[in-house]
C-alpha cells in the first residue's frame, strides 16, 4: 500500500475550512509565525506541529494552570516556544531532545521571544534524560507533551506517568499516523508501533484519554 502524503495538516480537512479555523484562532505569536515560516522550508517539516495544534495546546495549559510543563521531541522548537509562551510568568518547561543541530535553531527563538529563561534544555537520549529526572525527582510536571521517535512511545508513556502530577495531563503526537492506523493493510513499522501504543494506552486501567482527530491525531490523556 502506497503512502499518502503528509501536509501537517488535519486528515480529510478541506483548506477553506482549515483557513477558516484558523482565522477564528486569532494572531499568531509573531516569532511563532516567523520559525513556522522557517521550518517550512526544512527536510523534515513534517515533525513540526500545525498552528491548530498550537492552539489546543496553549489552551490546554491555561485551563489546567500547569506551571512545571515537560517535552520530550523539540526539532526546531515551535511547541516549546509556544509552551513557554502560555505558562505563567513563573513556569517552567523542561525540554528533551537529542539534536544540537535542532534545538540550536529553538534556542535562538525562545531568546528572540524572550523566553529563554522559562526553558531547561536537556539534550541526550530521551529515555536515559527520563530515568534521570525519575531518579531525582525533584518536581512533577502538570503538563507533557511527548512528539518523538514512535519506537520508545510506550517507554515515553510510561515515565511520563511517572513525572506527572495528579491533576496533570500527557498529550500525544501524531496517534493517527497519516490515517494509516485504520488501514489493516498498512503494516509498516511506524504504523505498527502506533497502532501498539494506541492500543496500549486504550487498555491502561489507570488512566483515561481521548483522541483529538486535529493534524495527525493528538491523544490527551490523564490518571483516573
Not at 68 to 89: D, K, M, R
Not at 147 to 158: F, L, M, Q
Request: include cysteine; hydrophobic fraction near 40%.
Amino acid at each position: 500500500m502506497s503512502e499518502p502524503s503528509f501536509e501537517n495538516k488535519t486528515l480529510g480537512l478541506s483548506e477553506n475550512l482549515l483557513n477558516y479555523i484558523k482565522n477564528l484562532a486569532g494572531t499568531e505569536n509573531p516569532v511563532l509565525t516567523e520559525l513556522r515560516e522557517f521550518t517550512s522550508n526544512h527536510p523534515q517539516k513534517k515533525m513540526q506541529i500545525s498552528p491548530e495544534q498550537g492552539t489546543i495546546l496553549s489552551f490546554l495549559i491555561k485551563c489546567t494552570g500547569a506551571v512545571n510543563a515537560l517535552e520530550i521531541g523539540v526539532f526546531t522548537g515551535y511547541s516549546s516556544l509556544l509552551t513557554a509562551l502560555s505558562l505563567p510568568a513563573d513556569g517552567k518547561l523542561t525540554a528533551v531532545d537529542r539534536s544540537e543541530e535542532f534545538t540550536g535553531t529553538a534556542t535562538e527563538y525562545w531568546k528572540k521571544a524572550g523566553v529563554e529563561n522559562k526553558i531547561d534544555l536537556l539534550l541526550g537520549d530521551a529515555n536515559d534524560v527520563l530515568d534521570s529526572l525519575l531518579e531525582t525527582k525533584k518536581e512533577f510536571y502538570d503538563f507533557i507533551f511527548i512528539d518523538a521517535d514512535k519506537k520508545n512511545y510506550i517507554s515515553y508513556y510510561e515515565k511520563s506517568l511517572n513525572l506527572l502530577s495528579a491533576k496533570g495531563i500527557i498529550i500525544i503526537d501524531n496517534v493517527l499516523w497519516r490515517g494509516l492506523v485504520a488501514e489493516e493493510s498498512a503494516d509498516d513499522r511506524i504504523t505498527v508501533q502506533v497502532r501498539e501504543f494506541n492500543r496500549y494506552v486504550s487498555e491502561d486501567r489507570r488512566t483515561e484519554m481521548c483522541i483529538i482527530p486535529v493534524t495527525d491525531g493528538m491523544m490527551l490523556v490523564r490518571k483516573k
